[in-house]
């Protein structure tokens, strides 16, 4: 690795930093935006670091992920200078404190704002849409009513509020502290002494409320500088800042090198980007590597809702076997695979059951949301705990599996049933019940495993998941208009039926032990070799088409949101890649795709192959 490279960027916010201005990295992939951002944050240390600490005064530095805080912490020395957080967590440590302010947020602009966004669907009939508004409105109103009753409010890191408990969601911490922020001066100069220097990383997928609230932070004299660094074509969440600005006499700083992509991912980032030019800086400078792309013809789909059926996934699959080998990647576990959706992975995998449960009609988008991060209510005590556990076991590692009883289970607490037992009785104790949990594992259903954690008390069940577990079995035929508000309790009992078959496939790519990832999973990552898999068919997401972002002359125009989104997520992918990539591409026409493709000049006709 060679040494840090100073860049003409970095140059440009050290003078920022001092003459105390704020200012915006615009910083491409690959270009070494942690790096830039950690050298501000030493040199705020440096220079301000002995009169910030006499006056009580901290650096904030925010950032999108638990991983980035700490791999920024790290890199800090864990200094107590600098408050390193994700934008939530950052946001409800300084408000929380402030009920009357909350309350009065949420009495004047957070909830009449959901009240009248509820409102908009209800058009006064008796549609499902129209109701659930209408309820949706009646129980926010009456939140609104009684909000003088809550003593206190909490943020636990949760999706859904209840005002009346005084839970508060992600959205409203958002919206709160930027209510708060940009409508009361007392607040905004409280906050800029505590933090003169503000930096904000990966500033694209932060909030349009929360850049503004910052640059307000900024407008009187003597507040704070506030930097911030991302790339407005690597935001793949919808309703972000996306083409972020700096505050009102900020400077915008572009960040043009490479540290990371070889010469031939480079190039092709600079032919599909086009506003941004990179060049190889560091030690990718003559690293060639290369950029192919497969194009497939897409089979016209068969099931319903214009998806493809099992054998048309197989088929797909099977082909691109084909590119891989063709590429000469078969039987390489090191290469990553980029899908858009789960449907192919899962299949390849070995959990398609499970993928259609939380994808299919008992699953809300919530219950679909949860399934995708791992952390269903029935899932992840599979994932953290059961599946570990089973592992353990069978790779014989008697010590792993003694320190897993230790942290997960309430039989193996030191304050538990068994505190009085030997460390021998305990030993011979965990060997006896994961024998027999791997036996249940083995030939049971999921209810089994859950009924035998719980009856060993190998694990802690969350209290919805033992609700569930002692009610009875629905036996009513599921109706989405009778049932549809309690429909989770069809995707429990189906899930208790399932054999626990799939569920170490899932565990594994869940925790990142595959080499299989969806595209918006490795955002901030890279790796060597990467295979991005565009199937538009496969996706089944209108959001996006990556046929019409690639050759709209032969697949139709995309919708403007559609090429925002498309272009972005593509742009993510392409430039993960280190050293060699490949595009495997379902088109409608490949024959047409492949001329379009050309005259575009993002591949070389010795580039672009057509698997039949």
């Known amino acids: 690795m060679s040494e840090r490279i100073q860049t003409e960027a970095d140059e440009k916010v050290a003078a920022c930093l001092n003459e105390q201005r704020s200012f915006a990295v615009i910083a491409g992939a690959g270009s070494g935006k942690t790096s830039s951002l950690i050298d501000a944050l030493n040199l705020v240390r440096d220079n301000y670091g002995v009169a910030l600490r006499e006056n009580g005064q901290r650096v904030a530095c925010i950032t999108y992920t638990k991983r980035a805080v700490a791999v920024i912490s790290t890199r800090l020395g864990f200094d107590d200078l600098f408050v390193v957080s994700t934008l939530h967590s950052f946001l409800w440590g300084e408000i929380k404190t ?31 849409t129209a109701l659930k508004a209408r309820e949706k409105v009646a129980k926010l109103s009456e939140e609104l009513e009684k909000l003088d009753e809550v003593v206190a409010f909490r943020y636990g890191d949760a999706v859904y509020s209840n005002y009346l408990e005084g839970r508060l969601s992600h959205d409203d911490v958002i919206e709160i502290a930027g209510c708060l922020l940009k409508g009361k001066a007392v607040f905004r100069k409280a906050f800029g002494f505590r933090y003169p220097f503000i930096f904000v990383d990966e500033a694209q997928d932060t909030f349009p409320v929360v850049v503004e609230a910052f640059n307000a932070v900024t ?29 009102a006499g900020g400077e915008t700083i572009e960040k043009t090198e490479n540290f990371r992509c070889s010469e031939s991912v480079i190039t092709f980032l600079n032919a599909f980007r086009k506003d941004v030019t990179q060049y190889p800086a560091g030690d990718n400078k003559g690293r060639q590597g290369s950029v192919k792309i497969t194009l497939i013809e897409a089979e016209n789909p068969e099931a319903p809702r214009r998806r ?50 939380f994808t299919g009609k008992y699953a809300s988008a919530a219950a679909q949301e949860d399934y995708e991060s791992g952390e269903h209510f029935l899932l992840k005590p599979v994932v953290t705990a059961v599946w570990p556990l089973v592992e353990a076991y069978r790779n014989g590692d008697q010590r792993l599996v003694v320190d897993l009883l230790r942290t997960i289970g309430p039989a193996f607490d030191v304050r538990g049933k068994n505190r009085n037992r030997s460390l021998k009785e305990m030993v011979e104790l965990s060997k006896h019940v994961v024998a027999n949990l ?31 577990l002692d009610r009875n079995p629905r036996t009513e035929e599921y109706e989405e208009e009778a049932y549809g508000l309690e429909k989770g309790d069809w995707l429990c009992d189906e899930f208790f039926a399932m054999k626990t078959t799939e569920l170490g496939a899932y565990s594994d790519f ?35 088409s990556f046929s019409k972002l690639l050759t709209p002359g032969t697949s139709g125009e995309p919708k403007e949101s559609q090429f925002r989104r498309s ?40 580039d672009i192959s057509v698997v039949n």
């Open 438 to 468: 791997d036996a249940v594992w083995s030939n049971g259903r999921l209810r089994d495993i859950y009924e035998y954690c719980r009856e060993q008390e190998l694990i802690r069940l969350p209290g919805r998941l033992a609700e569930h």
């Open 98 to 128: 402030f009920t009357k302010d909350i309350r009065n947020a949420l009495r004047e602009s957070r909830i009449p704002q959901l009240i009248a966004k509820a409102a908009e669907k209800d058009n006064g009939g008796n549609s499902k």
């Open 510 to 544: 869940i925790q990142e032990n595959t080499a299989y990832s969806t595209q918006h999973g490795v955002k901030g990552e890279e790796y060597s070799d990467v295979l991005v898999v565009f199937d538009d068919v496969e996706a089944a997401w209108n959001n996006y």
């Open 567 to 606: 272009k972005k997520l593509a742009y993510v992918c392409f430039s993960r890649a280190e050293e060699n990539l490949r595009i495997l591409f379902y088109t409608n026409n490949a024959v047409a795709a492949k001329e379009e493709l050309l005259q575009k000049e993002l591949f070389s006709k010795a």
């Open 219 to 247: 407008e009187d004299d003597g507040l704070p500088v506030v930097g911030y660094f991302g790339d407005p074509w690597q935001q793949i969440y919808e309703k972000r800042a996306g083409d972020f600005k700096p505050p």
């Open 308 to 357: 493809y059926t099992e054998t048309q996934i197989d088929r797909a699959l099977q082909r691109m076997d084909q590119a891989v080998e063709a590429w000469g990647w078969q039987g390489r576990n090191d290469v990553i695979r980029l899908f858009l959706a789960r449907q192919m992975i899962a299949r390849r995998l070995g959990f398609a059951c499970l993928n259609a449960l």
